[in-house]
């Protein structure tokens, strides 16, 4: 038994250590429920950096001709004027071609702000 001593002894606090894993809690849960405000959505501060993020590969002015079917997004007003058509894509409702191309769909963090500042009129804030 003392042998195995060494080796239990090992064992265990290999077991100790490999057990106190932490992680951060928006990873885990990118999304959650209620903690997504809508009340003044800012085009700078959070619409603009998923647009770069998600659309901009094809949708940039120097792409949207060759990749984007011609649909900028790159400028506030070129955005401005496509917003409700870039919703429908995103929430992949039917009619529209589904957004980020193949790519996963927005978290409905980021469907809910760009429908929020949609309806608050598209303030360029």
């Known amino acids: 038994m003392k042998k195995f001593m060494p080796l ?8 100790l250590v490999g057990s ?3 992680d951060n809690e928006e ?3 990118p999304s959650l429920p209620g903690s997504c405000d809508t009340t003044m959505v800012s085009y700078a501060a ?3 950096p998923f647009i770069g993020d998600y659309c901009l590969l094809c949708h940039s002015n120097q792409a949207a001709a060759s990749l984007g079917s011609n ?3 790159e ?8 917003a409700e058509r870039v919703l429908g894509s995103v929430k992949h409702e039917p009619s ?3 957004m980020p191309k193949g790519g996963g769909k927005l978290n409905a963090c980021q469907i809910d702000k760009l429908e929020a500042w949609i309806n608050q009129g598209k ?3």
């Open 8 to 15: 239990l002894l090992l064992l265990g606090l290999g077991i």
């Open 20 to 22: 106190c894993y932490y």
């Open 27 to 29: 990873a885990l849960f």
């Open 46 to 48: 959070e619409i603009v």
């Open 71 to 73: 649909i900028k997004l």
């Open 75 to 82: 400028d506030y007003s070129d955005f401005t004027s496509s």
């Open 96 to 98: 529209y071609s589904p």
């Open 123 to 125: 303030n360029n804030n």
